[in-house]
Every structure is written in C-alpha cells, then in structure tokens.
C-alpha cells in the first residue's frame, strides 16, 4: 500500500504552460496538466483545439515552443536557448517509454502482425528475437489474435489493426499511453473491441491519456476529463462532472454536439443496417 500511496503524492507526468505555434497560429496557448500513475485522463474538445498537437508534444513527435516538462526522470524546459533542452538521444529514450496509437493504425503493410510487434523492441530496445517474440506471443494472446500472428496488416478487420497497433505500442511496455481517437476510423461494429482492450488497460492500473469522442466510454473508464477549448484547458475534473454538469457555455454546446452526432449517426445505423 505504501508503494501506491507514493505513486498517487508524485505525478508521473507534470507539464507546466506548455505552447506550441505553427508559424504565427498559437495551437496551444499555455497547457499545465499533472497526471498521476494510474490515472486514465481522457481529453474531449472540437476539431481544431489542439488535443493531438497536444498528445503529440507529450511524447515530443512535436518540438513545444515553451513549456516545462518532466515525465519520469526527465526534466525539460522547451524555451529556446534554455539549459535543459531536450537531446536527441532524452527524445529517443523518452519516446521508449511513452506509447502512441493514432486513429489511423499505421501497422507496417509489408511486415506481419507478429513482425510489426516484435520491431521496436528489437530495434530500439536492442531485445533479442527470442525474448522480443515471447513478449509478442503474449500480447496477441491477450488481445485474441495469436492466430494472426502470420498474416498481413491487410488480412485482418479494422478492429483487429487497431488491437495489433495498441499491442505493438504495449510491446515497448511503456509507462505511459496516449491514445488519439483509436475508434474513430472504425466501422460501428468494431468498436467495442477496441474499447474493451483499452478499458482492460485502465483496469489494470496503465496510465492513459486518451482523446476521444466516446463520452460514454469516457465516463466509465477515465478517472478524470479535461475539456480543451482554443489550446487552452477551459474545464478538467471528474468525469460525471465535466461530462454530466459541465459549467461553461462551451462545454454544454460541444457536448450537446456530440450527443447530436452520436445519435443521429446511431439513426442513420438502424435505418441502413
Ligand atoms: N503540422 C501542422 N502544421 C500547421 N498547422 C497544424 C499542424 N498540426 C496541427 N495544426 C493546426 O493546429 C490546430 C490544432 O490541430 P489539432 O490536430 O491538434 O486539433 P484536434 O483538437 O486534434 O482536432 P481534431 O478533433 O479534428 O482531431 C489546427 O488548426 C490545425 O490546423
Ligand atoms: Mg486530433
């Protein structure tokens, strides 16, 4: 109990007025957010508000413009010209540790599911094949694809990339992981088993951020919500209350939006099936 009484005083994660500007457009205009091991904090917000800029700053594929971070035992400041900039070789190392999966599964075509598992941690972490593949053998177990592990990205369901993707990031056996609208690709049906993989997740105490348009799903697998408006975080709490007694007018538009979307996408299901 005591280790976990630690995990919860310390952030893993804690960013602090983190910016970022593609030429003279400000995306996000001062960001801090805390995230504790074992938190799920899922991100909702309108198209355009910077909630994959955002995930993408977090695991550096995007250079800040200001900020400071410290995840683990890194501890940067994104100022130019600042001290503790981050090197190349903290970014390699940092990107290790912090998973990615993105709405578009980016699977390797011309490599297998078992292949596409066992690279990076072959590659970056300098694993053996022996030692690579059993860590592989035993996610596509988990996600009940160890059947597939022969077959080609292009052979399976949409739902059955995207598992692959989230255990090839899983592979790395990251301490954190940012999910960026997983679902959003997939037809309806497919869904669920990919949500059901990420709520397994979550479960099992993975710290996740996860952008999503699932506000159901939110509810019951987040343990906190932030509401990005224009790059900033207008709203962050509990999930039954960001979501269910949200306090600004914009919060309640995007959300009645959502709910808008949601059911009249599940209509248009039912009447063409
Ligand atoms: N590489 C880039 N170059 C220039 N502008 C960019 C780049 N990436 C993002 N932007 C701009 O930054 C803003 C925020 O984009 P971002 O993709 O973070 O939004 P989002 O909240 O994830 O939206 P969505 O819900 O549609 O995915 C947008 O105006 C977008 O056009
Ligand atoms: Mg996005």
């Not at 200001?66 to 683990?72: A, S, V």
């Not at 490599?111 to 300098?126: G, S």
């Not at 919500?225 to 999930?239: C, K, S």
Request: aromatic share 6%; net charge neutral; hydrophobic share 45%.
């Amino acid at each position: 109990m005591a280790a976990i009484a630690d995990n919860a005083a310390a952030p893993l994660l804690r960013i602090r007025d983190l910016r970022k500007s593609f030429g003279s457009h400000e995306v996000l205009k001062g960001i801090s957010l805390e995230v504790r091991a074992g938190e799920v904090v899922s991100i909702i917000g309108a198209s355009g508000s910077g909630k994959s800029t955002f995930l993408r700053c977090i695991n550096v594929m995007e250079m800040p413009n200001e900020g400071f971070f410290d995840f683990e035992d890194f501890a940067f400041d994104f100022r130019a010209g600042a001290r503790n900039q981050p090197t190349p070789a903290q970014l390699r190392a940092l990107r290790a540790r912090i998973g990615m999966v993105f709405q578009s599964y980016n699977l390797w075509p011309h490599m297998t599911v078992l292949e596409n598992v066992i690279e990076a941690p072959m590659r970056v972490k300098r694993l053996a094949r022996a030692e690579a593949v059993a860590i592989a053998e035993s996610l596509l177990e988990r996600i009940g694809l160890a059947d597939k592990r022969g077959a080609y990205p292009s052979r399976l369901s949409g739902g059955q990339q995207q598992r692959v993707a989230i255990a090839r990031a899983l592979a790395m056996k990251p301490r954190l992981m940012l999910f960026d609208e997983v679902t959003s690709a997939l037809d309806p049906e497919l869904v669920g088993e990919v949500l059901a993989l990420m709520a397994s997740l979550a479960q099992e105490g993975m710290t996740m951020l996860l952008v999503t348009h699932e506000i159901g799903f939110a509810r019951e697998v987040s343990t906190r919500t932030v509401f990005f408006d224009q790059g900033r975080i207008a709203e962050d709490g509990l999930p039954r209350d960001v979501l269910y007694r949200p306090q600004s007018e914009r919060l309640q538009q995007f959300l009645r939006r959502v709910l808008h979307e949601h059911v009249a996408t599940s209509a248009a299901r039912e009447a063409h099936p």
